[in-house]
């Protein structure tokens, strides 16, 4: 037991019987999120194209990723110690300090890889804009405690391992890198847990502790790349650390962007023994499809900027929401004709699936009423209306609106996907892991039937393009 101050930090979950799908809530100091649920991903303290009165109309943003390095790059931490301010009421404007939504910092950037190393098992060193930026327990520490975010996920070593194919000898050295990494990053996790049981830790922070500070739930990380052995090591060891101390609150399930998408089930399989009451949040994985996967597989939280950075790229989100109407026709079985997943706003001329090429701003037009009427997000109900002509007109006149307006949709409609999820889960039908598991097998095909470039991402994407 630490005898620090904790901050207010309550999970409260149920299990769909014969399954791992579970549904909860997390309560924080500041926000009550439903899980599962998209984190919001934020950049330099922002919604990345989204302004604050649009973030107000965005009610289901109830627990926002803020980025360590976004704290430090700019010596935010010590101006907030200076003024006395938390994060959150450094970082939001007073409209946005009112919004109910908690901070979730993390060292892992969702939207790129951040983590540089050397990782040498004291500390481990991330890209920031300005450098590299070097977090070892005491750093780690003196940050949450001077910015006091709800939750804090802790330092990790994130290498990208590809999975050899065909090459024992590769495979070795892969799986020796991948098991260096587990080890590291719960060595950082012991190291920190060690740090805040030591009665001595105000001096041992130099004064970056005061007396009113309050420890923020801790996340512990939970790496093992594609091999499902160094998962199940990790999972001993998180389940270890939350045995030494109270602190830990959940855990973060890394690197799943480099599994394969048909063996995710696989690698998460050793999950199932993960201490039940731990949050589980699923970093960086972020289409929808393998969202539904990890939820079949007891995931509650997704950290992940893949609606932000379909927007960047020149999409805008329409694949189909699990709604009255779909879960009905799942039960049939899915669907065979197309379903579109994707429209690609900076195309000319762009053809969905089951319709002909639409050639003029008029067709256009009638072709984004008919696949947007529906969407009730702040940009396709906004006086101007988001329409697919409008979107298209604004890209390719370089227009910048174009990103703002179609990372509002991306948004909204992600955090849709989410709402119909848990109301299907709500409603717990005897045939819910049967539909959901159809439900992603629908996605899937959806996505990976519309070409779909996402330039602007790293390497770990490409295998969910
Ligand atoms: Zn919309």
Redesign the pocket.
Known sequence: MTSLAQMPFQFTYSTVPGSCIRSGLVKTATSEVPTPALIVPMTKGVIPHVTYDIQLKLPESKMLGLLYTDLCDLDYDRIMRSQNKTAREFLFPEIIAQQPNSLFLRIRDPSTTNIVGPANGKQTAVQGGTGKVRIDSTSFLSTIFRTQPCIASLPCDEPIVEEPVNDPEAEKKALKRIRKSVMQTIGYGDQIIEMIKNPKLPELLNGALTPSDRLPALFSVLEGGWSIDSREHAVKHVNRLCDLSDAIKGTVVSGLDQVKPENISAVLAPTKVLKSDLVRVVSVLGTPDSIVTCILNGMDLFDTSYPIQLAECGY?LVFPLLTDALYAALQVGVPSYPIPFVINFSLPQFQLQNTPFVTTAKQLFEESAEL?QD???P???APTG?STAYIHHLINTHEMNAVVLSS??NL??YQAFFTHLRAKIAENKPDLPTILLAYSQLLQKARTSQEIVMNKLGKEYKNFE
């Open positions: 805008g947007l969407c009730t997000c940009a396709c109900t988001a509002i949709h909204h409609h």
